[in-house]
T-cell receptor, first 110, second 115 residues
Framework: QKEVEQNSGPLSVPEGAIASLNCTYSDRGSQSFFWYRQYSGKSPELIMFIYSNGDKEDGRFTAQLNKASQYVSLLIRDSQPSDSATYLC??????????FGKGTMLLVSP | GAVVSQHPSRVICKSGTSVKIECRSLDFQATTMFWYRQFPKKSLMLMATSNEGSKATYEQGVEKDKFLINHASLTLSTLTVTSAHPEDSSFYIC???????????FGQGTRLTVV
C-alpha cells in the first residue's frame, strides 16, 4: 500500500516567519517527490519537485528530501498571507501514478 | 511548466443527463493523463489513468460504465459522467505528464453540480 502522510493542520505562522511543512512516505521505491499548492476551489499547482537527497532551493521555497528516513519537507521563508493555502505532498515511482497526501493547510497571518 | 487546459470550468446539469469534460495538453504531447475527483475539504482521489490509444485504467470502486474516459489523441482526454446524479457533484481535475518526465501538471478543474 503506497501511502503519503501529512499533518492536516492548520499550521499557523505570522507573516515573515518560516513555514515548515512535512511529509512521510511508505513506498521505499518512490523516486520523485512533489509539492503542490492548492487554493480553495482551485486545482493544484506545482511548486517544486525533488529527486535527490538533500536540499533544493527555488526562491523562497526549499524542498528537503531524506530517503533513509522517507521524509520530505517544504520550507517557505518570509511567509506571506498569499501563501495561505493547502499544500499537497506527492510521491511516485518512475512512470507510475502520483500518490498524494491529504494536504496541510497553511495559514499566514498579517 | 507545461500547460494543461480543462473545459468547462463549471457545469450544472439535471439528474439523468450526461456531462463531458475535456482535458487538453497545450504545449506537449501527453501519453498519460489522470482524472481526479475532489470533495470539499478532502484530498484528491485518483479515478482513472488514461493512456492514449488504449483503455483507461480505473481505480478500485470507480464505475467504468459511469465515468467514461476517452484518450483519442496525444493532446486530448475526455471524461463523460453518464446519467449524472446529485452525489456525482464534485470538483473533477485532470492532470497530464510529458513522456519520460515525472512531473504532472493540472488542469483548472471542473466544478460539476447535478440538480
Amino acid at each position: 500500500q503506497k501511502e503519503v502522510e501529512q499533518n492536516s493542520g492548520p499550521l499557523s505562522v505570522p507573516e515573515g516567519a518560516i513555514a515548515s511543512l512535512n511529509c512521510t512516505y511508505s513506498d521505499r521505491g518512490s523516486q520523485s517527490f512533489f509539492w503542490y499548492r492548492q487554493y480553495s476551489g482551485k486545482s493544484p499547482e506545482l511548486i517544486m519537485f525533488i529527486y535527490s537527497n538533500g536540499d533544493k532551493e527555488d526562491g523562497r521555497f526549499t524542498a528537503q528530501l531524506n530517503k533513509a528516513s522517507q521524509y520530505v519537507s517544504l520550507l517557505i521563508r518570509d511567509s506571506q498571507p498569499s501563501d495561505s493555502a493547502t499544500y499537497l505532498c506527492a510521491a511516485n515511482t518512475r512512470y507510475s501514478t502520483l500518490t498524494f497526501g491529504k494536504g496541510t493547510m497553511l495559514l499566514v497571518s498579517p | 511548466g507545461a500547460v494543461v487546459s480543462q473545459h468547462p470550468s463549471r457545469v450544472i446539469c439535471k439528474s439523468g443527463t450526461s456531462v463531458k469534460i475535456e482535458c487538453r495538453s497545450l504545449d506537449f504531447q501527453a501519453t498519460t493523463m489522470f482524472w481526479y475527483r475532489q470533495f470539499p475539504k478532502k484530498s484528491l482521489m485518483l479515478m482513472a489513468t488514461s493512456n492514449e490509444g488504449s483503455k483507461a485504467t480505473y481505480e478500485q470502486g470507480v464505475e467504468k460504465d459511469k465515468f467514461l474516459i476517452n484518450h483519442a489523441s496525444l493532446t486530448l482526454s475526455t471524461l463523460t459522467v453518464t446519467s449524472a446524479h446529485p452525489e456525482d457533484s464534485s470538483f473533477y481535475i485532470c492532470s497530464a505528464r510529458e513522456p519520460l518526465n515525472t512531473e504532472a501538471f493540472f488542469g483548472q478543474g471542473t466544478r460539476l453540480t447535478v440538480v
